[in-house]
């Protein structure tokens, strides 16, 4: 079963958390396709076509991203408003995402105890998600989990490089 990561980091180069995931990935072989939205589209241009033929080629699909706003990034939102179409994706004729599995890894900066009901945020990251569940569920595809690490704005490099590795495991075991 092959694994697409869609990165979608808008300033990859910079980042200390995204851009470890997308280097351990690329440095495991054949464990993913990684495809760096921001890289491939700086000016917001979306190649449709190009990107239904990319999500049909594989059998997971990983949104890799940080939380921006309690959410995922714009170009993220852009990608799933232009190319996840009527007729293509869901409706009467779409059905080109069905049974496969969405994944989502996520950066958060700030610590696991601001998203919980009685933290600062006063939402679980995964009532956060819930768009992008629902996006899955409403065209056929199955979320299968989530890979989360908190705190990375003040992120330990022992802690980072363990989860690379986790991370690496993760994406690993939606092909199994």
């Known amino acids: 079963m092959s694994t697409l990561v869609i990165i979608t980091h808008p300033d990859i180069d910079n980042s200390t958390v995204n ?12 464990l993913a396709t990684i495809h760096e939205l921001y890289a491939t589209y700086p000016d917001g241009k979306i190649d ?12 997971n699909v990983v949104f890799q991203f940080p939380l ?4 995922y990034p714009p170009l993220l939102k ?29 950066s958060i900066g700030s610590p696991e105890s601001a998203y919980t009901t ?15 569940k629902a996006t899955a569920r409403f065209v056929g595809a199955q979320y299968v989990a989530t890979h989360k690490l908190y705190s990375t704005l003040n992120i330990d490099s022992e802690l980072l490089e363990a989860n690379q590795q986790d991370y690496a495991t993760f994406v690993q075991q939606l092909s199994e």
Do not use: C, M
């Open 68 to 71: 921006y706003w309690y959410s």
């Open 19 to 30: 851009k470890a995931w997308k280097e351990k990935l690329a440095n495991s072989g054949e």
């Open 48 to 59: 449709i076509a190009k990107e239904q033929e990319r999500l049909a080629a594989h059998d």
């Open 118 to 132: 009685e933290g600062n945020v006063q939402y679980t990251i995964d009532t956060l998600l819930s768009p992008l």
């Open 78 to 106: 852009q990608y799933f408003d232009e190319v996840f179409t009527y007729g293509w994706a869901y409706g009467s004729t779409g059905n080109a995402l069905k049974d496969k599995k969405f994944a989502a890894a996520v």
